[in-house]
């Protein structure tokens, strides 16, 4: 039979561990106890040895028959050690408090020897003065020789080995005598230790100062440290802290009183005295701080003396009353003040319950229940102070649907396209597939469902005696999950979708679902000879791109000729990847050449849409295709023959050149320029030429080719041209770019805004603050000032007046010119003898490693959500992408590694200065620097391989 009881349990121990009881408090508001409580117990502390069952079995059900506190039989007994044969010392354990660890290793250096005195008897001779007794009264004194008996105390030579040290209070008992005989044998605690033999000491054994020696037991006549050797004790006395823990009157608050002692004591561990707490069953959440804590034992062991401390927070004593919302039910609650707080003012809780005229109120049961409160140890508690009767509820409503649902097949069909695409909802983990009943076709605003009639159920009355009408009936238990909306009782679709809709016992399953088909979407060009297609990707469980619906979409739009199935099938292999497909042609008509040929592009050139193309010598243009079926020639995707004027085909000029290749009759670029189709020809212009001015007005100019300018090119301008660029007057704060050279008549005023690039030369007059990049030679007439120049050539002058003041130049093969600087000391700064454009390509490849580097972690980060998300087509997307990314990262950094080898290389370059370099100058070349400090006249820089280092030499 269980036995179960409500209430606080403690275990009761002798000092020794010998035996075991339990002690039981009941309570009926604690927690529910039985056997297996008693054992749990036993267990936590520890105590595993000599437990009688029977006993702890008899202990339970007295603890569940019992209404006053009780303490059991001895639970558990352990076996008391034996002595031998002699006098034994049983030793009380030499133990010090964890405070005086400190004091305890001073007294232990001390090595102070003991004094151990001992009281004998002796015989001393005196002379003692007496009467004589003569016959006569008044006889005459005299003195005799007498020998008597006298106590006196010698010092007993002992060893002053000290074997062990401990803490004892004044009184304590530091060990028991006795004398035994027999075979010594060791005992066992309750906990399962063992238990020595009491000690056997022959001879004589010594107290010594502060012991106090009575009958069996040795005491401490101090507290202090007792000291014990082989054969004696002493004790040197030292006052602990002294201190305690308990509750107040009211059980709100927990109190510390301490005593101080010596001073040189440690204040007892915060630790300690919250475990102390622990055991009053106090709850640490109501302490105050461990720094307060400290702080008051700190200050009170200082000062001396006694003190009490609150150890508890403040908190004013308070109550509430609670009324649900049917005022059915009214509660009180009480929460008892601690710490400086205020304590609770019960008289004005009984006022302000009376105050509510509750009827049928128990007064009495409520009054005593409130006192009960105020004496137990609880901090807070709730009394009911009535409970009226709750109104009925009336019957649920009905859901009434309003779509038409899709047939079992179809549904099947989408159930199975969801788990073969693996498609994601968010309610799926709540609503999964196999869950779903039907589903409907839905638009955005459409109407779903709407709710029935309420019906009323029976009236409650509430604890004033007042009727309180009956509850309408449940509103159905929906589950409604995303792109749902309810308004004013309908429920209508937020999305275009499908509804998903499920029923089980009542409880109803909704949700709106993505689900759209691919739209596949046909575009022709201006002159119907290419068709695109376009797609947008199904949404959610829509149906995918296949072959059959493209094929589909094509002959609804009437496109039958040119059809290319190979695109197509790449067309459905890019949706199956998740790509984005966009104006992919899938069809392509046959533009008419020559008598039965065709022409194919194979450049973006179309007549009537686009008549002109960017061309490089040597590009392929188109190719030339026979037709093979005798006829004219040509058509387009819609089926329609075409036939160029007067039957006749394209005519070609000499820069398109003919060319037969492996079979294929090719048509190529003969030259760089604009490809251009015009009244039936097909030509390249290689060359523009602008008269006057290039302005915002007239717009930025590019061109494949050459390009001439007869007048200026004003700031914010940009020129390309894919061959050579002449500007016969002034370049303003504008970007001149040539794949060949730039030729500028007069020079360049650059407001630190032009930029000149060119593939091979550049001649110009004088540039001021402009960026120059050039892979040729540099030709100056003049002046280059505060210019910023990459040179993969040369800056030669053949004038000695020529002149570089300021800005940054790096030249790999060298610089003529006729001085560098200023009077000013103008700074300078000129880099030399190694290929700049290696540096540039460093410096990309080294940007390029870097974001690869920072993009990497962000796609650790996508591939987690995705593989949580179990989205298999990203997953596999972004781990391609991630392994392309770590091999272009090696291949970068490999490449890295060549062009670094590469720009250390050295060329042969000399700086040839005719007339003066001047102060402020600095030549920089593989990392050394030479700075100018004084005038060089006729001199030529140059850096030496062999030392490395950049030396001087005359110019002759």
């Known amino acids: 039979m269980s036995f179960e009881f409500n209430g606080k349990l403690s275990v009761q121990t002798d000092e020794k561990y010998l035996s075991a009881k339990i002690h039981f408090t009941p309570i009926s508001s604690q927690e529910s106890h039985n056997l297996a409580s008693l054992q749990a117990l036993l267990e936590k502390e520890g105590i595993v040895y000599g437990i009688d069952q029977a006993v702890l079995e008899k202990t339970a059900e007295e603890f569940s028959e019992t209404m006053e506190p009780y303490l059991s039989d001895v639970i558990a007994k352990g076996n008391p050690p034996q002595g031998g044969t002699g006098q034994t010392y049983e030793f009380s354990p ?112 010594w107290p010594g100062k502060n012991i106090i020696k009575e009958k069996t037991e040795i005491l401490a006549g101090e507290t202090g440290f007792v000291r014990k050797g082989k054969n004696w004790l002493d004790l040197l006395p030292f006052e602990n802290h002294s201190w305690s823990v308990f509750r107040s009157d009211n059980k709100a608050d927990c109190l510390l009183e301490l005593t101080a002692g010596n001073k040189f004591a440690a204040p007892p561990e915060v630790s300690e005295i919250k475990q102390a707490v622990l055991q009053l069953g106090v709850s640490q959440d109501v302490l105050v701080s461990d720094r307060k804590i400290m702080q008051f034992l700190g200050s009170s062991c200082r000062s001396g003396g006694t003190h009490t401390f609150c150890l508890t927070k403040d908190r004013d004593g308070s109550f509430d009353i609670e009324v649900n919302s049917l005022s059915t039910e009214a509660k009180l609650h009480l929460y008892k003040g601690s710490g400086k707080g205020r304590s609770l003012n019960l008289k004005q809780a009984w006022n302000r319950v009376l105050d509510l005229k509750i009827v049928h109120f128990e007064a009495e049961r409520i009054k005593k229940e409130i006192l009960d409160f105020h004496g137990s140890e609880d901090k807070e ?79 409650g009355r509430d604890i004033y005696g007042n009727i309180i009408q009956g509850i309408e009936g449940n509103d159905p238990i929906l589950n409604i999950y995303e792109n749902i909306s309810i308004q004013d009782e309908v429920a209508t679709s937020k999305i275009n979708g499908i509804l998903d809709f499920a029923c089980d016992n009542m409880i109803y399953y909704l949700r709106v679902r993505e689900h759209e088909d691919a739209r596949i979407m046909v575009s022709l060009s201006d002159n119907s000879m290419t068709a695109y297609v376009s797609f947008l990707s199904p949404q959610g469980s829509g149906k995918p791109v296949s072959l059959e619906s493209i094929h589909s979409v094509l002959e609804e739009k009437g496109i039958v000729k040119g059809i290319l199935e190979d695109e197509i099938r790449k067309i459905v292999t890019l949706a199956e990847e998740g790509q984005i497909v966009t104006d992919y042609p899938v069809a392509e008509g046959k533009m008419p050449f ?110 494949p080719g050459s390009i001439a300018i007869s007048g200026s090119v004003l700031s914010g301008i940009f020129v390309k041209a894919g061959k050579d660029l002449t500007v016969m007057e002034v370049v303003e704060a504008s970007l001149l770019s040539a794949g060949g050279s730039i030729i500028i008549g007069k020079g360049v005023k650059g407001d630190h805004k032009a930029v000149l690039r060119a593939g091979e030369n550049i001649t110009l007059g004088f540039a001021e603050a402009t960026n120059i990049m050039v892979n040729g030679v540099l030709y100056l007439k003049k002046a280059l000032m505060n210019c910023v120049i990459k040179c993969n050539g040369k800056i030669e002058s053949d004038s000695g007046n020529t002149r570089i003041i300021g800005g940054h130049l790096k030249v790999k093969n060298g610089i003529t010119v006729g001085s560098i600087g200023s009077e000013s000391e103008t700074k300078t700064y000129i880099s030399f003898g190694q290929d700049y454009l290696v540096e540039d390509q460093i410096n990309v490849v080294t940007k390029e ?48 590694f060549f062009l670094k080898e590469k720009f250390e290389i050295h060329f042969d370059s000399m700086i040839k200065v005719s007339n003066t370099v001047f102060p402020g100058v600095t030549f920089e070349s593989h990392g050394r620097t030479y700075t100018v400090k004084q005038k060089l006249n006729s001199i030529i820089i140059y850096f030496d391989s062999k030392t490395g280092k950049i030396l001087t030499k005359p110019l002759i």
Do not use: W
């Open 94 to 205: 030499f133990a010090t408090p964890k405070n005086l660890q400190t004091v305890l290793k001073k007294i232990m250096s001390m090595k102070k020897a003991p004094v151990i005195m001992k009281t004998i008897s002796v015989k001393v001779t005196k002379d003692k003065r007496v009467k004589d007794k003569g016959l006569f009264k008044g006889g005459k004194e005299k003195i005799i020789t007498v020998e008597e008996e006298e106590q006196k105390r010698i010092r007993v030579d002992v060893s002053d080995e000290v074997l062990d040290i401990g803490f004892f209070e004044k009184g304590a008992v530091i060990c028991r005598m006795s004398s035994s005989t027999g075979e010594a044998k060791k005992g066992k605690d309750i906990r399962g230790n063992d238990l020595l033999p009491p000690e056997i000491i022959e001879g004589e054994f």
């Open 849 to 896: 490693i870097d974001q690869i580097t920072q993009a990497l972690p962000e796609i650790e980060s996508h591939l987690k959500l995705a593989g949580e998300k179990r989205n298999q087509k990203k997953l596999m997307a972004l781990r391609k992408k991630k392994v392309q990314m770590l091999k272009v990262l090696e291949k970068q950094g490999i490449k890295n």
């Open 381 to 459: 508690t709730t009394i009911l102070l009535a409970a009226g009767q709750d109104p009925r509820r009336g019957d649920d409503r009905e859901i009434l649907i309003e779509v038409e649902y899709l047939s079992e097949d179809d549904v099947g069909s989408i159930k199975d396209r969801i788990k073969e695409l693996k498609v994601l909802a968010p309610s799926f983990k709540d609503f999964p597939v196999d869950k779903i009943e039907k589903m409907a076709p839905v638009k955005k605003g459409m109407k779903l469902f709407q709710l029935g009639k309420q019906k009323g159920g029976k009236d």
């Open 594 to 703: 020559l008598e039965e040929q065709t022409l194919k592009f194979l450049v973006d050139l179309e007549p009537g849409t686009k008549d002109n193309v960017p061309v490089d010598a040597g590009d392929l243009i188109a190719e030339i295709q026979k037709q093979g079926d005798g006829e004219s020639t040509g058509y387009n995707v819609l089926g329609e023959q075409l036939y160029s004027e007067n039957d006749k085909g394209l005519e070609r000029e000499d820069n398109v050149l003919l060319e037969e290749v492996e079979g294929r009759t090719l048509l190529k670029s003969g030259t760089k320029g604009l490809l251009c189709l015009e009244n039936g020809k097909l030509y390249i212009k290689e060359k523009q030429t602008i008269r006057g001015d290039i302005s915002r007005t007239t717009g930025n100019l590019q061109f």
